[in-house]
Nanobody
Framework: QVQLVESGGGLVQAGGSLRLSCAAS????????MGWFRQAPGKEREFVAAISGSGGSTDYADSVKGRFTISRNNAKNTVYLQMNSLKPEDTAVYVC?????????????????WGQGTQVTVSS
């Protein structure tokens, strides 16, 4: 089992940047595919980005392609989400997730382990 703790959220103006981090417990972090999801008030949780255990494979939602970058440092048991050119519609609670699998999933059901989330608010 793995425990996940997110950090790095906050309030930023449109066009600004934030870097989210997700620290994981355990000694087999590189065996987990990792994903970032977000949930805005009144909306369902949606996929943002995912990365394979080695970091060699990534996937992004169309809404964030070219603006967000997911990466990981397996020596630090941490996955990151660099968010640039932020828009008000990016406002949500961002949650990281983990799955013991080679290829990262883009669905909520693909991840059994979840963090508590960090709030990102983008003002116009």
């Amino acid at each position: 089992q793995v425990q996940l703790v997110e950090s790095g959220g906050g309030l930023v103006q449109a066009g600004g940047s934030l870097r989210l981090s997700c620290a994981a417990s355990g000694r087999t972090f590189s065996s987990y595919a990792m994903g970032w999801f977000r949930q805005a008030p009144g909306k369902e949780r949606e996929f943002v980005a995912a990365i394979s255990g080695s970091g060699g494979s990534t996937d992004y939602a169309d809404s964030v392609k070219g603006r967000f970058t997911i990466s990981r440092n397996n020596a630090k048991n941490t996955v990151y989400l660099q968010m640039n050119s932020l828009k008000p519609e990016d406002t949500a609670v961002y949650v990281c997730a983990a799955a013991w699998t080679t290829y990262p999933s883009v669905t909520v059901r693909g991840y059994p382990y979840w963090g508590q989330g960090t709030q990102v608010t983008v003002s116009s």
